[in-house]
């Protein structure tokens, strides 16, 4: 049963500073892996996906590598701001006959303080 | 850019009630799909939708719960008989297919709150 860890649990950092958030799986079987923000009380949105071939991608300030083999990712972010301050999750869509869900970890609390 | 829109935003309901979640994906996406976060708990699986089927669900996803297309734009999750411990967050979300290469985008989610 794949299962999804984040580290740290929460992160609190002055504005300007970059800083990495951490996934980890256990089970290296994936299709993809995709990080989400969540703003407290709301939905979740799609920041990145990366397919289990790919080794990062990027969308401006934020940075996603995947280590297959060894079940991590890592979320860079580059030079934080205060509207940068959410819950940050990664889940892994597991590969293999009718696998559609997507199996979420608990997430990283980040906060940016101006 | 296109959204996935769920209503209500906030249920509450009295236990042993049915409620029913109602959300519209993305127009021209295939694939449906519920999860739920219980207060301080991961984002967990329901159910996935394809087709006019259920083409996975979770242990959660008991005889309680049911999902259905009822036109060419909602889907909606039905809560049969509601329990306490079904307090939670809905999270509706769709896919364009389901190709592994394909992002799952979410709604803002549906807050049941069961008295």
């Known amino acids: 049963k794949q299962e999804v860890t984040q580290i740290p649990a929460a992160l609190s950092v002055p504005e300007g500073e970059n800083l990495v958030l951490n996934c980890s799986f256990t089970?290296?079987?994936?299709?993809?892996l995709q990080w989400f923000r969540q703003d407290p009380g709301k939905g979740l949105t799609s920041l990145l996906l990366i397919q289990s071939s790919q080794r990062e991608q990027t969308s401006g300030r934020l940075n996603a590598s995947l280590d297959k083999s060894s079940g991590r990712s890592t979320l860079y972010i580059a030079a934080s701001q205060p509207g940068d301050s959410a819950t940050y999750l990664c889940a892994v869509r597991n590969s293999g006959g009718s696998n559609y869900k997507l199996t979420f970890g608990k997430g990283t609390l980040l906060t940016v303080n101006p | 850019e296109p959204e996935v829109t769920q209503t209500p935003s906030h249920q509450v309901t009295q236990m042993g009630q049915e409620v029913i979640l109602r959300c519209v994906p993305i127009?021209?996406?295939?694939?449906f799909y519920w999860y739920r976060q219980i207060l301080g708990q991961k984002v967990e699986f329901l159910v996935s939708?394809?087709?006019?089927?259920?083409?996975?669900k979770s242990e959660i996803f008991d005889d309680q719960f049911s999902v259905e297309r009822p036109d060419g734009s909602n889907f909606t999750l039905k809560i049969r008989s509601t329990k306490l411990e079904d307090s939670a967050m809905y999270f509706c979300?769709?896919?364009?297919?389901?190709?592994?290469?394909?992002?799952?985008?979410f709604g803002d989610g549906t807050r049941l709150s069961i008295l």
């Open positions: 127009s021209n996406h295939l694939y």
């Open positions: 979300a769709s896919s364009e297919t389901g190709l592994r290469g394909q992002p799952q985008h």
């Open positions: 939708f394809y087709n006019n089927e259920i083409s996975e």
């Open positions: 089970d290296s079987a994936i299709y993809n």
